[in-house]
């Protein structure tokens, strides 16, 4: 069975640092991984998906990579503005369906 | 703009009710999934169905939860009776299912409480 880690739970750092975010799988029989954020009461919004064949995506300021061998993904956010405060849910894709991490409350500090 | 649509965005019910939460998939989309969020338990997979087939049920509570998709547009979740430990948000997905490849594209989220 599939199990998602997300460190830290929780992340404050001053606006216009770059941060990155860490998401572990334990099965690296995976499709793609894809990356999503969360603001509070709403729904997920899609950032960066990633296939098991690629090695890194980029959009903007975000860059998701992955190393499927080892069982990780990154999401690196450069030049972190107070916009970016949410909480980041890493998804992994294998037998189908998507398992979810517990995420990371980013805090951006002006 | 393309999205997932659910309804009822807010619903709050006592013990016993039925309640009935209602998703349009973004048109197009072959595959809908199904999921529940909690404080504790975060996002699980409750159901989902490929080209209209329910293809796995297993995270659904089946004396108590039913979903269906009686067209391509309309995916739904039914809880019959609902009890408290039933109270979370519950988010309908959808996307392009070739190969299990594509992207999932996320609704806004029925919040459900249960007096």
């Known amino acids: 069975k599939q199990e998602v880690t997300q460190i830290p739970a929780a992340l404050s750092v001053p606006e216009g640092e770059n941060l990155v975010l860490n998401c572990s799988f334990t099965?690296?029989?995976?499709?793609?991984l894809q990356w999503f954020r969360q603001d509070p009461g709403k729904g997920l919004t899609s950032l960066l998906l990633?296939?098991?064949?690629?090695r890194e995506q980029t959009s903007g300021r975000l860059n998701a990579s992955l190393d499927k061998s080892s069982g990780r993904s990154t999401l690196y956010i450069a030049a972190s503005q107070p916009g970016d405060s949410a909480t980041y849910l890493c998804?992994?894709?294998?037998?189908?369906?998507?398992?979810f991490g517990t995420g990371t409350r980013l805090t951006i500090i002006p | 703009d393309a999205r997932v649509t659910q309804t009822p965005r807010d619903k709050v019910t006592e013990m016993g009710q039925e309640v009935t939460m209602r998703c349009q998939p973004i048109?197009?989309?072959?595959?809908v999934f199904w999921y529940r969020q909690t404080m504790m338990q975060g996002l699980e997979l409750l159901a989902y169905?490929?080209?209209?087939?329910?293809?796995?049920d297993s995270g659904m509570p089946k004396d108590r939860f039913s979903a269906e998709m009686p067209d391509a547009t309309l995916a739904t979740l039914k809880i019959q009776p609902s009890e408290p430990r039933d109270s979370a948000v519950y988010f309908c997905?959808?996307?392009?299912?070739?190969?299990?490849?594509?992207?999932?594209?996320f609704g806004e989220g029925s919040r459900l409480t249960v007096l």
């Open positions: 997905a959808s996307g392009l299912g070739v190969g299990n490849t594509g992207e999932l594209f």
């Open positions: 099965d690296s029989a995976i499709y793609n």
């Open positions: 990633i296939q098991s064949s690629q």
């Open positions: 998804a992994v894709n294998s037998d189908e369906k998507l398992t």
């Open positions: 048109l197009g989309h072959n595959t």
């Open positions: 169905f490929r080209n209209r087939a329910p293809l796995d």
